[in-house]
C-alpha cells in the first residue's frame, strides 16, 4: 500500500520548494519508491530527477489523470510513497480520483500539506481555499511580511486539526516537524503499519 500525501498551495506558494526539503526530511530508505505527481510547474523544479528511486510524472491537465491511470502508474512503479502537487483547483478532482474503488486497497492518505506564502494570506482568506481539511498548514516567507493576528486566528479555526507552522525559510522546518514527531523513525513507521493492517 502507498502512502500518499497531497500537497497544495497558489502558484508561486513554494509547494516544490517544499516538495524538496520533505523529501530530504522524511528518512526514506535506499529501497523505498516514491512517485511524484505534479498538476502544476512552478518556477522551481524538483531535486531528484536524477535518482532511479523518484519517478516524476507532470500531469498538464486534471483529466490526464484518473483512476485508471493512477493505478497504472501505482503497478508499473510500486511507490511506497505518492507525492500530489497542486492548486486548490486539483483538490475536488483529486478526491474524487483517490476515493476510488479501485485503488481502496493500493493507497492510503497519510497527509494533506496547505502551502501559503504570507504574501497570499488575504487572498487564501478571500477566497476560503484554505479549508480543505489539511492536517498540515505551513505558512511560509513569514518574515517577508506583517501578519495580523488576526488572519493567523482565521487560518488556525479553519483549520482546527491541522498543525500550523509559521516559518521564513523550510530549512526550519525540521526542527518543528521532529518536534511534533511528524518525522519518520521506525518506532512510528511500525505503529502506521499496525494502523494500516487494521484498517
Do not use: W
Not at 502544476?40 to 519517478?55: A, E, L, W
Not at 488576526?150 to 518543528?176: P, Q, S, T, W
Amino acid at each position: 500500500m502507498s502512502e500518499v500525501e497531497i500537497i497544495i498551495g497558489f502558484n508561486g506558494s513554494g509547494k516544490t520548494l517544499f516538495l524538496n526539503s520533505y523529501i530530504r526530511m522524511k528518512n526514506i530508505k535506499n529501497n523505498e519508491k516514491i512517485l511524484v505527481l505534479c498538476f502544476d510547474r512552478g518556477n522551481t523544479s524538483i531535486n531528484y530527477v536524477i535518482n532511479d528511486n523518484i519517478k516524476i510524472k507532470f500531469v498538464d491537465y486534471n483529466f490526464q489523470i484518473d483512476d485508471n491511470k493512477l493505478l497504472y502508474l501505482i503497478e508499473i512503479h510500486k511507490p511506497h510513497f505518492i507525492f500530489i502537487e497542486g492548486d486548490y483547483i486539483l483538490i475536488k478532482y483529486i478526491d474524487n480520483v483517490l476515493s476510488s474503488k479501485l485503488l481502496k486497497d493500493k493507497i492510503f492518505i497519510t497527509s494533506r500539506i496547505n502551502i501559503i506564502n504570507s504574501k497570499h494570506i488575504n487572498l487564501v482568506l478571500k477566497n476560503r481555499v484554505c479549508k480543505i481539511y489539511s492536517n498540515i498548514v505551513i505558512i511560509n516567507n513569514f518574515d517577508d511580511i506583517e501578519l495580523y493576528n488576526n488572519d493567523l486566528f482565521m487560518i488556525k479555526a479553519i483549520n482546527r486539526n491541522a498543525f500550523v507552522f509559521c516559518v521564513n525559510h523550510y530549512g526550519e522546518l525540521y526542527e518543528k516537524f521532529k518536534n511534533y514527531k511528524l518525522i519518520r523513525n521506525d518506532f512510528y513507521e511500525n505503529i502506521f503499519k499496525c494502523i494500516k493492517y487494521l484498517i
